[in-house]
């Protein structure tokens, strides 16, 4: 089997509602869809969904590198050789792990399918069973995301993520309110999404957060400074998780040599895809760290590739994988049980792809072909 054709497409994604960060307020989500075909007429899919903050990638970037560098690249390969596209993929170009992501899961996609399994059990078979769905609160009013959060309860989820980062203060009202709101036995996670800055505004917040139940705080400091990471671990007693400031290898190893983080939060296109991911489950792995597999808010291709790693790894212990939920309008077809998410044994990703919505939301597309 090898691959034949690559066709690439920029699409836009529409959110029902608009979603907001420390950095930034998305009303839709540009994502890069491929469809990678083999010479036995066999399909797969893959999406790369960029976020400048985080890898310094954009749509129209990730678009350019598959279709000048990365699908070149891999035409005539095998896409069950993962080793081998990986390191075409490399030698084409440095960095770009979105790009690289979307060719990723669209061979593990391949995969799957050509030997009628699904994808986690190319990854060591499936550990869990199902994973609780988490519902991100986008930052508002105190009032307003504990409003939020009540309706959500009501709906069956257990557990939220807030996100929070413009102003300290202000965040710990944020947080407060919805704790208080939603009594102590819902989980409540904090996404920062680096608006605290400094290891400094961080240990502020905390102190005035001392005594409200939290699962753990994400990345409150900026991106590169994993000393402020591993400062704000030494002196607080909240469990920390890095995000943007792990990406790959390199910044794992630091997160383990030097204590930084008591959880990491393992994304796709941050690491390059499924292949990529799985390393550094294991590096965390060896090191007895937790990790959970979050998103850029990818739709129902993006979202299940990530789900296939979690649902294979006992190192894994939660997910964050909602973009379907947010969307009015997906391409597949990924089924919540909400509040759970349960991934059935179709073949490849098991998810379906509207060939018509892809077309319906397309901006551009082309081809690369033998």
């Known amino acids: 089997m090898k691959i034949k054709e690559v066709e690439i497409y920029s699409i836009a994604l529409p959110l029902e509602e608009p979603f907001v960060i420390s950095y930034s307020t998305s009303y839709s989500m540009a994502s ?22 985080v890898t310094g990638e954009i749509a129209e970037g990730v ?13 005539g390969e095998n896409p069950l050789h993962m080793e081998r596209i990986h390191e075409l993929m490399n030698k084409a170009i440095y960095g770009a792990p979105t790009a690289k992501a979307a060719i990723d899961i669209a061979c593990y996609d391949l995969a799957g399918k050509a030997l009628g399994v699904p994808v986690y059990d190319l990854l060591g078979g499936r550990y869990h069973k199902e994973f609780p769905i988490t519902h991100v609160l986008s930052i508002d009013t105190p ?6 959060a009540a309706k959500r309860v009501e709906l069956g989820y257990a557990s939220f993520k807030m996100k929070v980062g413009t102003d300290i203060f202000e965040d710990v009202a944020r947080i407060k309110a919805v704790r208080e709101r939603v009594g102590e036995t819902i989980a409540i996670r904090v996404d920062v999404n680096q608006g605290w800055k400094t290891s400094g505004n961080t240990l502020q917040a905390l102190e005035m957060l001392k005594g409200v139940s939290i699962d753990w705080i994400e990345q409150p400091v ?4 994993i000393d402020a990471m591993a400062e704000v671990k030494s002196k607080s007693a909240f469990p920390l998780m890095i995000d943007e400031g792990m990406r790959g290898t390199r910044e794992m190893r630091q997160v383990i040599s030097k204590r930084a983080a008591d959880k990491v939060n393992i994304k796709l296109m941050k690491c390059g895809g499924i292949y990529p991911a799985m390393k550094l489950a294991h590096m965390a792995e060896m090191a007895q760290i937790d990790c959970q597999v979050g998103s850029m808010v990818e739709s129902s291709i993006g979202s299940a590739a990530g789900f296939h790693v979690s649902f294979s790894k006992k190192i894994i212990t939660s997910v964050e994988l909602t973009g379907p939920l947010k969307f009015s309008e997906d391409i597949g077809n990924l089924h919540y049980d909400v509040p759970f998410i349960r991934l059935s044994e179709k073949p490849g990703l098991g998810v379906d792809v509207s060939e018509d919505t892809l077309k319906a939301l397309t901006i551009i597309s082309e081809r690369v072909s033998e």
């Open 32 to 53: 890069i869809i491929v469809k990678v075909t083999t010479d036995t007429g066999l399909v797969g899919y893959g999406e790369g969904l960029a976020d400048e903050h």
């Open 63 to 75: 678009y350019q590198v598959i279709k000048t560098k990365l699908a070149p690249a891999i035409i």
């Open 143 to 148: 009032e307003k995301m504990a409003e939020d």
């Open 222 to 225: 900026l991106a590169d400074d």
